[in-house]
């Protein structure tokens, strides 16, 4: 068996131990006489599986009792449309920050949606004039104090850019973030949002998971069009049992969950990201062979882009990393070049591996 | 290690074959230095498995080639809605056939989502009358022939009722059918159904993937406030890639199709189903200390619910099954008494052991 230091965007690498207990319990879980995935999301067993992963959760990001937390289906991208149907039931305005692509898209959705509902999207900011290189600042924003919500996308997966500071409340407006690539990678502080999305393939499972937190006071309001499923409400009240779940994924997020609780918690795992980072941005700014497009400043602890100034020989970089057993470090098609992606699983050692061979390739084709 | 046999209804038991190759598979698939969970779903492999996956299910099924196969997230309960908006474009209106609690629910969500579209709910017929045991005879359905489409479930999974036939085609009124808990079970003539949808956690794999077979002719034709991710459409032109998928549910049930086809075939699963069957259900006409609550000719293949006469002995019934390994009888609490699910990864094993054992507890008990 050979593991290879796996820089893929998500799906991503799994902390080991964690694939390993899976691989020790697959024929047989607690007793059961069944695997995990065998067993019904009704038991005692797997109830007490679901409830443990929410807590651990609660724990890591110390969220209040007043927000819910559920594991759903669908990815961000259903969250796109499902968080209009519950937030929207009576405000269909939207202000929105253009930061990338998944802001990008989650606009495409709510300007199809919201004006059929008879509201209207905003963009406050966009950074599309600099080819989405920064978070734009916040003075220059045009927000709308009736909007009934802000939607950012708190690190941007595939242009590499993250929010160093969390927006400011105006009014009434419900602050939204997608945190799909960075969420439990850091301490945050989730009374400031009214509803965090995020995908689990980056940091805290296999795809096919969703985490929601919501405040309770924005449930229950949904419009009265929304599927029973998308309904936040329906499935707070269930424990997120409302019908079947992803009990392997849940399973899965919650033995990432009981790992990151050993590293220390988000704050643990938050200096141990730095460290990755700064070795990385560190190496590419003491150099003019590689360089980072993003600008200082918006640059993303997990998802690090960068760029060859000599673009032919990209093909020659990919094909020795991997067989260095360096993998996935091609950039996403919309930016081009290369990407690392070091989420909490990405040991130290794989950062270091990475700067040893770019080191090495640039001196020898420098 | 010591694997029960497992009567769950779902998730339910998977083939030991299919679990024993996930587990080493686990750490490293296919040369790529990692689980299956870890790679991208854009990269060549996983693409490849994805291919596969539904190659082999359009194998199985003799699925014709102007029918899409998709892999969706949500379950069936997910599917209430969606098909609704990808169907209902333009005609409003649903015929629906009450057998039980797959049924209820689906016209649940029709009932809430049709009239706010300007069309409405018709229920074709019930069995309510006696208390869902029986498949409501065709020459008895009050059907509408200007209807978008009639709606039924094939095997209902708590009350334990199948289909023997398929329904006639009525003008240009689509078949739409939950096969969830019978699916791969049995050969199907795809053609006479419009739409095919099944929740995986029966007969394909792990929770969290929904299959989803639907002729080419119905899509693209979605409601305007359709949600991007719930149109089929979209979905087909990305070969269910729209965003990521249930990585390692997709590979599961792969892996499930490949068993599938060395095992013959779902004609030679059937004739082992049906031989399951006849062995417990032919056990259950045979004796008075046990009886199946289902009317013959609507019995399931799949799901056979049965109680004891004496009630009292329930509990007592229970516990000495779960210590002699054989787990998860007890029934639906809405039905009580107890249920065997007998899916395709039941072996004939199982059921003689079940069988044996309840032989042995009315000597005991009776």
């Given amino acids: 068996m050979t593991r290879a230091f796996n820089f893929a965007a998500g799906p991503a690498t799994l902390p080991l131990e964690v694939l390993q207990q899976a691989q020790a319990e697959m024929l047989e879980w607690q007793g059961t006489g069944c695997s995990v995935m065998e067993v019904s999301h009704r038991g005692k067993q797997f109830e007490a599986c679901n409830a443990e992963a929410e807590q651990d959760l609660r724990d890591l990001l110390a969220i209040p009792s007043n927000y819910k937390v559920l594991f759903l289906q669908g990815g961000a991208s259903m969250q796109w449309a499902q968080f209009l149907f519950n937030l929207c039931g009576s405000n ?98 989730v009374s400031r949002y009214g509803l965090i999305y995020a995908g689990a393939q980056k940091n805290i499972g296999p795809a096919g998971i969703t985490i929601v937190i919501v405040r309770d006071d924005l449930i229950g309001k949904a419009r009265p069009d929304t599927p029973r499923m998308f309904d936040y409400k329906l499935m707070a009240d269930n424990h997120s049992l409302l019908n079947t779940p992803p009990t392997f994924g849940i399973y899965l997020a919650g033995l990432v969950f009981k790992w990151l609780k050993r590293q220390g918690g988000v704050e643990a795992i938050e200096r141990k990201n730095i460290a990755k980072a700064e070795l990385l941005y560190g190496y590419l700014d003491s150099q003019d062979f590689y360089y980072a497009p993003v600008e200082k400043g918006s640059r993303s602890r997990m998802n690090v882009p960068f760029r060859l100034k000599d673009e032919s020989l990209n093909a020659k970089f990919l094909a020795e990393t991997e067989a260095a057993g360096l993998v996935a470090l091609k950039g996403h098609k919309a930016v081009g070049g290369m990407r690392a992606s070091i989420y909490n699983a990405m040991p130290m050692e794989g950062v270091q591996a990475l700067v040893a061979f770019m080191r090495d390739f640039a001196a020898r084709n420098g």
Wanted: hydrophobic letters at 35%; aromatic letters at 10%.
């Fill in 92 to 189: 269909p305005n939207g202000d929105y920050i253009l930061t990338g692509e998944w802001t990008n898209r989650a606009v495409a959705e709510a300007r199809k949606l919201l004006p059929l509902w008879g509201g209207s999207v905003n963009i406050v900011a966009s950074s599309e004039d600099r080819n989405y290189s920064y978070i734009p600042d916040e003075g220059s924003w045009k927000r709308r104090k009736d909007a009934n919500f802000l939607h950012i996308c708190s690190n941007e997966t595939i242009q590499g850019l993250e929010y160093n500071f969390i927006p400011e409340q105006l009014g009434d407006v419900t602050l939204v973030a997608d945190m799909s690539s960075h969420i439990v990678s850091r301490p945050v502080d």
